[in-house]
């Protein structure tokens, strides 16, 4: 099994940063492409960021290329997700999530089978 916990969320104005990062325990955290997921009320949970297990391999939403940037410590086991120019349309509750992978991103969220508790991330105007 593997367990995953976000932090870093909260309020922040439009245009400010935020930096997520999302601790991993349980298996061998290098095994695993990991991922970033957002989720608004009433709507399907959406792609943000990938990366690979090694982390030389990105793959980022249109909405969000530019303004954030994926990264992993697989000696930390830990997953950030640094967020700049954040805008109102970013609010929402963002988890992480990971899979075992062979050394490929994916942006599909059903590929994942496990998944943090979110950590919400509200952007005023």
């Known amino acids: 099994q593997v367990q995953l916990v976000e932090s870093g969320g909260g309020l922040v104005q439009a245009g400010g940063s935020l930096r997520l990062a999302c601790a991993v325990s349980?298996?061998?955290?290098?095994?695993?492409?990991m991922g970033w997921f957002r989720q608004t009320p009433g709507k399907e949970r959406e792609f943000v960021a990938a990366?690979?297990?090694?982390?030389?391999?990105?793959d980022y939403a249109d909405s969000v290329k530019g303004r954030f940037t994926i990264s992993r410590d697989n000696a930390k086991n830990a997953l950030y997700l640094q967020m700049s120019n954040l805008k109102p349309e970013d609010t929402a509750v963002y988890y992480c999530?990971?899979?075992?992978?062979?050394?490929?991103?994916?942006?599909?969220?059903?590929?994942?089978?496990?998944w943090g508790q979110g950590t919400q991330v509200t952007v005023s105007s």
């Open positions: 990366i690979s297990r090694s982390g030389g391999n990105f």
């Open positions: 349980g298996r061998t955290f290098s095994s695993y492409a």
């Open positions: 999530a990971a899979y075992a992978s062979i050394g490929l991103t994916s942006t599909r969220r059903t590929i994942y089978n496990y």
